[in-house]
């Protein structure tokens, strides 16, 4: 099984930093992408920042220049440093990760449990 566990989340004031992380655990030959989503009260899950196992990285647009998605390979790890928060960033944000098993060969999406993220003066 896998499983993938996320910290980092809390309360800030606009214009503050946050850094999130997502450690994947379990039967894992490799992973492909790994990303974060989120989604706010009312609202559908939206992706906001991605990233492949060679480092490529996609944003939404409303986090770019804000937001930095990287990962550690080793530690099957990914982060997301978000700087200058705004109120409008408030959701609980998800991690998601693409697993790859070798034998048999297997090509999954797993979801961590979600982190809350509060921006508010």
């Known amino acids: 099984q896998v499983q993938l566990v996320e910290s980092g989340g809390g309360l800030v004031q606009p214009g503050g930093s946050l850094r999130l992380s997502c450690a994947a655990s379990?039967?894992?030959?490799?992973?492909?992408?790994m990303g974060w989503y989120r989604q706010a009260p009312g609202k559908q899950r939206e992706m906001v920042a991605a990233?492949?196992?060679?480092?490529?990285?996609n944003y939404a647009d409303s986090v770019k220049g804000r937001f930095t998605i990287s990962r550690d390979n080793a530690k099957n790890t990914v982060y997301l440093q978000m700087n200058g928060l705004k109120s409008e960033d408030t959701a609980v944000y998800y991690c998601?990760?693409?697993?790859?098993?070798?034998?048999?060969?297997?090509?999954?999406?797993?979801w961590g449990q979600g982190t809350q993220v509060t921006v508010t003066s």
């Open positions: 998601n990760a693409e697993i790859i098993r070798a034998f048999p060969f297997s090509r999954v999406d797993y």
């Open positions: 379990g039967s894992i030959d490799s992973i492909n992408i």
């Open positions: 990233i492949s196992n060679g480092g490529s990285t």
